[in-house]
T-cell receptor, first 111, second 114 residues
Framework: QKEVEQNSGPLSVPEGAIASLNCTYS??????FFWYRQYSGKSPELIMF????GDKEDGRFTAQLNKASQYVSLLIRDSQPSDSATYLC???????????FGTGTRLLVSP | EAQVTQNPRYLITVTGKKLTVTCSQN?????MSWYRQDPGLGLRQIYY???????DKGDVPEGYKVSRKEKRNFPLILESPSPNQTSLYFC?????????????FGPGTRLTVT
């Protein structure tokens, strides 16, 4: 079992729709969770982090964390073509020494 | 501007020719890390450093060396590069001591070993 799992996609949504990206993790002791956006050939860019169960909203982005189910999600409201990218889920391991990344979900937003 | 810089951004080299990729951050971060990214395999950690003179292996350290003599710099050394080290490399930094675990990435170095 991979430590952090994401559906590779692509996830296709029309412009203006809500995109829902999901991530599961295996380390039950993990405390910190991150979502990065990566455009092709570019470096990962941090867009959200969440430490507590529940929802965290920032603009069009909402991160959701459910530690009991070991599940993290990212919702993108009013999706735009510029949101088309690969979204990486990252989980800080129990020892706080490294981020473990999923392989990413490719999102395509069509005009 | 707070940033992580890497040099060079692109490098084509031949098998066995030693090379160094530099990484520097201006955010006074104590934690620095190197990753490689390959299609289908995602980001894999090569080495990390919790602070000056403290380094440790990540998931794929074979064929790489690092040093951390200054807080801001964390160079990656390939003493005898091989074609299987052709990849996209990223340096990242964070500040766990201040409770900030999110990592900020450099722009990447695309390395081709022929």
């Amino acid at each position: 079992q991979k430590e952090v799992e994401q559906n590779s996609g692509p996830l296709s949504v029309p412009e203006g729709a809500i995109a829902s990206l999901n991530c599961t993790y295996s380390d039950r002791g993990s405390q910190s969770f991150f979502w990065y956006r990566q455009y092709s050939g570019k470096s990962p860019e941090l867009i959200m982090f969440i430490y507590s169960n529940g929802d965290k909203e920032d603009g069009r982005f909402t991160a959701q964390l459910n530690k009991a189910s070991q599940y993290v999600s990212l919702l993108i409201r009013d999706s735009q073509p510029s949101d088309s990218a690969t979204y990486l889920c990252a989980v800080l391991n129990t020892g706080f020494q490294k981020l473990v990344f999923g392989t990413g979900t490719r999102l395509l937003v069509s005009p | 501007e707070a940033q992580v810089t890497q040099n060079p951004r692109y490098l084509i080299t031949v098998t066995g020719k030693k090379l160094t990729v530099t990484c520097s951050q201006n955010m006074n971060h104590e934690y620095m890390s190197w990753y490689r990214q390959d299609p289908g395999l995602g980001l894999r950690q090569i080495y990390y450093s919790m602070n000056v003179e403290v380094t440790d292996k990540g998931d794929v350290p074979e064929g790489y060396k690092v040093s951390r003599k200054e807080k801001r710099n964390f160079p990656l050394i390939l003493e005898s590069p091989s074609p299987n080290q052709t990849s996209l490399y990223f340096c990242a930094s964070s500040s766990p001591q201040t409770g900030r675990y999110e990592q900020y990435f450099g722009p990447g170095t695309r390395l081709t070993v022929t």
